[in-house]
């Protein structure tokens, strides 16, 4: 004897509705390999935004850490003013940053207006302390690079 208890009738499986397999995932759109170099302008961003910060907080307390006093600077102002032009340029950077991280294109455009004037006011502010000046004129023009040459592959279509 053979045991049928297991196996539906013909009937009963015809009758079942027809199940399409379910659709994959819709391919994923593929960025280019230049967005890359706008995640990294923005990383670069945020730190030279960071280091603005930390350059405009020693500005403000404790002046005395530059090399030279105020009138020895390109431009004859305290260290009180510097210290809050650097504190300024710095949030705005980090914000920025984060903005093309994000891939916001009001960022690209700020991000590099905003690198500009940190390179001339570092560059104003270079007599005070020139290591740092340099190393953040040298963030600000990679940041400049990457928003300008690769930022048009960013456009999304």
Do not use: C
Not at 45 to 74: E, K, S
């Amino acid at each position: 004897m053979t045991d049928t208890s297991h196996t539906e009738p013909a009937a009963t499986a015809a009758s079942r509705p027809q199940t399409t397999p379910a659709a994959p995932y819709p391919p994923r759109k593929e960025r280019p390999a230049a967005s890359g170099w706008i995640v990294f302008a923005g990383v670069m961003a945020v730190l030279t935004g960071l280091l603005q910060v930390i350059q405009g907080l020693v500005a403000l307390f404790d002046p005395g850490y530059y090399v030279v006093g105020t009138n020895g600077l390109v431009v004859d102002v305290d260290y009180n003013a510097w210290g809050w032009l650097h504190l300024v340029i710095g949030g705005v950077a980090i914000a920025i940053g984060l903005g093309l991280i994000v891939g916001n294109t009001v960022a690209r455009v700020a991000g590099v207006i905003v690198a500009g004037i940190s390179v001339i006011a570092n560059l104003a502010f270079i007599a005070a302390y020139p290591l740092w000046s340099v190393i953040v004129i040298t963030i600000d023009v990679i940041v400049i690079y990457a928003i300008i040459v690769q930022g048009r592959e960013m456009r999304s279509d």
